[in-house]
């Protein structure tokens, strides 16, 4: 089992930013995949928004973030980062840390935390 735990969100103005966390705990070694979705107001897809390939730190961000966030790990502490910024209305949304095992075909997800950008 993985447990995630994310931190960070809150209300920010359009053109701010904000700095997302993770905290990854348990079965770590089983993780090929490990990064952020998010759902936004109205919605009911988690779309993807930056990941990690935990076999050689290889990242990929969504297009409609490309330039603006950056996705990070310590593996030190066992976090996750997202670090956004030039943040727009369009970002609104709950933002969820995820895990994926290719080889148990396991979905792990935080709570979300809720990112709010106000025009």
């Known amino acids: 089992q993985v447990q995630l735990v994310e931190s960070g969100g809150g209300l920010v103005q359009a053109g701010g930013s904000l700095r997302l966390s993770c905290l990854v705990s348990?079965?770590?070694?089983?993780?090929?995949?490990i990064g952020w979705r998010r759902q936004a107001p109205g919605k009911q897809q988690r779309e993807l928004v930056a990941?990690?390939?935990?076999?050689?730190?290889?990242?990929m961000y969504a297009a409609a973030v490309q330039g603006r966030f950056t996705i990070s790990r310590d593996n030190a502490n066992n976090t996750l980062y997202l670090q956004m910024n030039s943040l727009k209305p369009e970002d609104t949304a709950v933002y969820y840390c995820n895990a994926h095992s290719t080889k148990s075909d396991m979905q792990y997800w935080g709570k979300g935390t809720l990112v709010t950008v106000s025009s």
């Open positions: 990941t990690i390939a935990t076999s050689d730190g290889s990242m």
């Open positions: 348990g079965s770590t070694s089983s993780i090929n995949f």
